[in-house]
């Protein structure tokens, strides 16, 4: 039953590393799309 707990906990930490690093990599996105915002964004697409 520790094992599954573990397993649990594990997992939980792991989403949540990976919320925070999709957070922070959104926010880096916004800043480096507001200091570039001279260059079209159709370009990009």
């Given at each position: 039953m520790s094992s599954?707990?573990?397993?649990?906990q594990f997992i939980a930490v792991l989403t949540s590393?990976?919320?925070i690093?999709?957070?922070f990599a959104g926010s880096l996105?916004?800043?480096i799309?507001?200091?570039?915002?001279t260059t079209?964004?159709?370009?990009?697409d």
């Amino acid at each position: 039953m520790s094992s599954f707990v573990f397993a649990v906990q594990f997992i939980a930490v792991l989403t949540s590393a990976v919320l925070i690093l999709a957070c922070f990599a959104g926010s880096l996105k916004e800043q480096i799309d507001s200091s570039t915002h001279t260059t079209p964004r159709s370009q990009q697409d």
